[in-house]
Nanobody, 119 residues
């Protein structure tokens, strides 16, 4: 599975962004899509996922502020980010994964999209 992320940018605290992820390849192997983020010096962390059944789950740090969704054909996955905080600054990636939150990502990592929250 290959992915291309887009939609990042510079936003002030309290602002919003919507990230997009277009997936291609062996999508039938994927039971969920996840959005991850990484800051320099830290491990990549999963912040949101949506299963093929449409069940969503979020990390505590973004619960209530981020919303993950996807198109009906399951090719494009979105991450709506509201009330952004400086701590959300990171490179955001998407990837296919298993249903369980702890499942490792399955596909090839894309280049990611930079989100910077700063006044």
């Amino acid at each position: 599975v290959q992915v291309v992320e887009s939609g990042g940018g510079l936003v002030q605290p309290g602002g919003s962004l919507r990230l997009s992820c277009v997936a291609s390849g062996s999508l039938f192997k994927i039971n969920a899509m996840g959005w991850y983020r990484q800051v320099p010096g830290k491990e990549r962390e999963l912040v949101a996922q949506i299963t093929i059944e449409g069940v969503t789950r979020y990390a505590d740090s973004v619960q209530g502020r981020f919303t993950i969704s996807r198109t009906g054909d399951k090719i494009t996955t979105y991450l709506q980010m509201n009330n952004l905080e400086p701590g959300d600054t990171a490179v955001y990636y998407c990837n296919g994964k298993g249903r369980a939150w702890w499942c490792a990502p399955l596909g090839t990592w894309g280049q990611g999209t930079q989100v910077t929250v700063s006044s």
